[in-house]
């Protein structure tokens, strides 16, 4: 991609990839933040506050929802720990309209008490489907254990007992805290302009404060290493979620970090794990690993779907896998093999324009330019198998696999 930094006449700026082959663009955008800025015993307020400015009502009384109906808007909100972050769609005859639901929303009048109730009551809702899934169970807890007393032990989605807290009031100060043009990142990938995108930009974003007052985070490393927990759920199937620590992007090991995991389970259909826990047993249908960068913390995690009485079995197999990477049981040419697998999967394109939009705002709110990729790419390219094995030397220690096994009661045995 060939990407333009835009700034608006207003000072606003943004990343822009033109594109003209369909007459519409899609524009993501974020604000530093996330639920990490939720105030203490109310998290799922982001979250939450995203769910209602989708609902809400201009200044006219006009719903936002039937203004973008009409104009063929397609928009929503999504919250990380780190960015209170929306994406739009638009034809490009139809952009001042676009701005002006942007505007709309983001700077809106106080919020309707009675909105906020309907949209807690679904949230609620939602979060009891949600928790039942093995997979959202774990994770949660995983975080829980890992980042005590921070931030990041919070749910993006809350618990029950901190989303009855939630008051307009907390909702209107989330807003007039985090929505600010200093901590605003924005990407946009279609048929605009330079120009046009600039306008937009200050239609769109214009009026909000200049400088937002987020509370600071602090870094954190996990706390949980070695550690394994337990959730139970009446549920057949369990999931394990398992992670150690990782590098942030900026550290010089974070390529072979990225080349390790892809190595373990960041391959879709090679991986060790994939290899070992479902062709060679049929132990798990998937098994995969990611690296989470988060702003203030890092962590190579990964997830698996599996019976509860091959729960003890799978961990095993886990921890055999960390044992080999850890021995350097790879050779030269395991090393060039995973270099090209991962060099080509970096290099595809995503799908579409909201794939690639989204993609270009996760790297600007990481704080890297928009030649990020042909970095990473030569970075890869120039790892040595020195390096490769001495970081996985001091990632893969088994022993500091902190672990969440979620499912019905009888995992605890399994799981020894």
């Known amino acids: 991609m060939q990407v333009e930094v835009v700034t608006s006449p ?27 800025q939720d105030p203490a015993g109310k998290s799922g307020l982001a979250f939450l506050l995203g769910s209602i400015l989708s609902d809400g009502l201009k200044c006219d009384a006009t719903p936002f929802t039937e203004w973008a109906d009409a104009w063929g808007l397609r928009h929503s909100f999504y919250v990380s720990k780190d960015a209170f972050c929306g994406g739009l ?10 701005a002006g639901l942007l505007s709309g929303m983001l700077g809106q009048p106080p ?15 939602g979060l009891a489907t949600r928790m039942a899934k093995p997979d959202v169970a774990a994770v949660t807890q995983w975080d829980a254990t890992a980042f005590p007393d921070h931030p990041y032990e919070h749910p993006v989605h809350g618990t029950l007992d901190a989303l009855t807290s939630i008051t307009t009031d907390d909702l209107d100060a989330y807003r007039s805290r985090i929505f600010a043009k200093d901590t605003l990142k924005v990407a946009c990938v279609g048929a605009i302009s330079a120009a046009e995108l600039g306008a937009l930009l200050d239609d769109a974003f214009g009026e909000l404060p200049a ?4 509370t600071d985070v602090p870094n954190v490393a996990m706390s ?3 550690t394994t927990t337990f959730v139970e759920l009446p549920v057949p199937q369990a999931a ?25 389970g960041g391959r879709h259909m090679s991986s060790r794990l994939v290899e070992e826990i479902r062709f060679k047993r049929g132990l798990a249908f998937s098994a995969g690993s990611e690296i989470n960068v988060w702003r203030h913390a890092a962590a190579l995690r990964g997830v698996i779907h599996t019976r509860s009485a091959m729960v003890g079995q799978v961990l095993e197999l886990i921890r055999e896998e960390f044992h080999r990477l850890t021995d350097g049981a790879f050779s030269a040419a ?19 324009n909201r794939g690639a939009a989204h993609q270009l705002l996760s790297w600007s709110l990481a704080g890297v330019g928009p030649g990020y990729p042909s ?6 390219e120039v790892l040595s198998d020195y390096d490769v094995r001495r970081v996985a030397r001091r990632t893969f220690d088994p022993q500091k696999l902190s672990v969440c096994i979620a499912g019905d009661r009888s995992l605890r045995v399994e799981a020894g």
Do not use: C
């Open 111 to 125: 919020l309707d008490p009675t909105l906020v109730e309907i949209k807690r009551k679904h949230q609620v809702a």
């Open 240 to 264: 394990i979620v398992f992670g150690v620590d990782a590098v942030p992007r900026s550290h010089p090991d974070y390529s072979a970090t990225m080349l390790l995991n892809h190595m373990l």
């Open 334 to 352: 395991d090393i060039d093999s995973a270099k090209r697998s991962l060099a080509a999967t970096l290099a595809l394109p995503p799908d579409d």
């Open 89 to 98: 769609t638009a034809l490009r005859e139809n952009r001042s309209e676009a």
């Open 10 to 36: 207003g000072g606003i700026e943004a990343w822009l990839v033109e594109d003209r082959f369909v007459p519409a663009f899609t524009l993501h955008y974020g604000f530093d933040g996330g639920s990490a």
């Open 224 to 226: 949980s290493v070695g």
């Open 375 to 380: 970095l990473r790419q030569r970075r890869i």
């Open 211 to 214: 400088t937002a007052s987020s």
